[in-house]
């Protein structure tokens, strides 16, 4: 079955830098769209990244753009997350998840979810 693994996160200062891991199994990986989300309490989940199956198409979130950078590892089954500039507003659960052709990074389009971890970026 598709399974989604997380792992990563942390407290950490403003400014510096995270990296999120999120391990596959159950499926080609190439074959699928990978996203990562967050959500912050009291706010919707949102889409942070979002990458295509062959990397035919990536997204980035205004506020992430050129901080975050979404990667996959296909050997490994593995998907990243390098998180560098972090901010409070940064603070969220994170969670990766996977579909095999969501038509946009919005959470209602991805299917399978990874557990999340927490993000808090505070001095």
């Known amino acids: 079955q598709v399974q989604l693994v997380e792992s990563g996160g942390g407290l950490v200062q403003p400014g510096g830098s995270l990296r999120l891991t999120c391990a596959a199994s159950g499926f080609i990986l190439d074959y699928y769209a990978i996203g990562w989300f967050r959500q912050a309490p009291g706010k919707e989940r949102e889409g942070v990244s979002c990458?295509?199956?062959?990397?035919?198409?990536?997204y980035y979130a205004d506020s992430v753009k050129g901080r975050f950078t979404i990667s996959r590892d296909n050997a490994k089954n593995t998907v990243y997350l390098q998180m560098n500039s972090l901010k409070p507003e940064d603070t969220a659960v994170y969670y990766c998840?996977?579909?095999?052709?969501?038509?946009?990074?919005?959470?209602?389009?991805?299917?399978?979810w990874g557990q999340g971890t927490q993000v808090t970026v505070s001095s």
């Open positions: 990458i295509s199956s062959s990397d035919v198409y990536t």
């Open positions: 998840a996977t579909d095999r052709s969501p038509a946009s990074c919005n959470s209602a389009e991805y299917a399978y």
